[in-house]
């Protein structure tokens, strides 16, 4: 059974998130401080670590950096809560070490996707689920292939990842700079319009009309997101 720590200080809030985890198998503990969310993630070696920003004692992206430095927590993946959308910069920002983030309000069903992709992602746990399905699309995960009403579309290994990244983040707006990060990774320098072809492209493998998205969908002056 999948352990998780939810350091959060909103009571109900933490309460919520761990009943659902728990009405889905996970073994759940709580933390309602970042000190306690420490001693917590050293002591109980958790799986998984859902973390607020805006803590008690100790602040989430503090907690966050201190646990990534800690050779005994530094692979445990992360998920980060945050309130205010100016501190999603931070969190995608090279400092902090998060594996993903949620800005509240978020729904419990987005939640515990969220907590599996995470989970899936990491290394040591074998895959929870090997598909992102949508409709007529599959896209298989370890077989790294995507099949259209049963068709196999060829994808490059951007694409791929691309698509991916949006199906998990279904109904999710994914701004350029997010996609970069997430999908060309911090490091290397890509131009956000390399996003915008790559997105192109796609369209023309997946949707039905690729002049007429109802897949991919552009958010104007914010990114992309993923119908499903
Ligand atoms: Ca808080």
């Known amino acids: 059974m999948a352990k998780v720590l939810i350091v959060e200080d909103e009571d109900i809030l933490a309460r919520n998130l761990a009943e659902k985890l728990r009405s889905e198998g996970f073994q759940v503990m709580t933390a309602g401080d970042g000190e306690a969310g420490l001693q917590k993630a050293r002591d109980e070696h958790p799986e998984l670590i859902v973390l607020d920003i805006m803590l008690p004692k100790l602040d989430g992206l503090s907690l966050c950096r201190i646990i990534r430095r800690d050779s005994s927590t530094a692979h445990i993946p992360i998920i980060m809560l945050t309130a205010r959308g100016t501190e999603v910069d931070k969190i995608v920002g090279l400092e902090s070490g998060a594996d993903d983030y949620m800005v509240k309000p978020f729904g419990l069903g987005e939640f515990l996707a969220r907590v599996r992709a995470v989970m899936r992602r990491s ?16 896209l298989s995960l370890t077989g790294r292939r995507l099949f259209k009403g049963g068709e196999e579309r060829k994808l490059s ?13 279904r109904g ?6 997010l996609i970069l990060t997430k999908v060309w990774g911090y490091d290397y320098y890509v131009d956000k ?18 002049s007429d998205p109802k897949r991919i969908v552009t958010v104007r002056g914010m990114g992309y997101r993923f119908e499903g």
């Open 157 to 169: 290994n951007k694409e791929f990842d691309l698509l991916a990244e949006l199906m998990r983040n």
């Open 193 to 210: 319009r390399t996003v915008d072809v790559h997105i192109r492209w796609l369209r023309e493998k997946i949707e039905d009309d690729p």
């Open 172 to 177: 999710v707006v994914l701004s350029r700079d």
């Open 123 to 138: 290394p040591g746990h074998p895959p929870l689920q090997d598909e992102l399905i949508s409709n007529d699309l599959r």
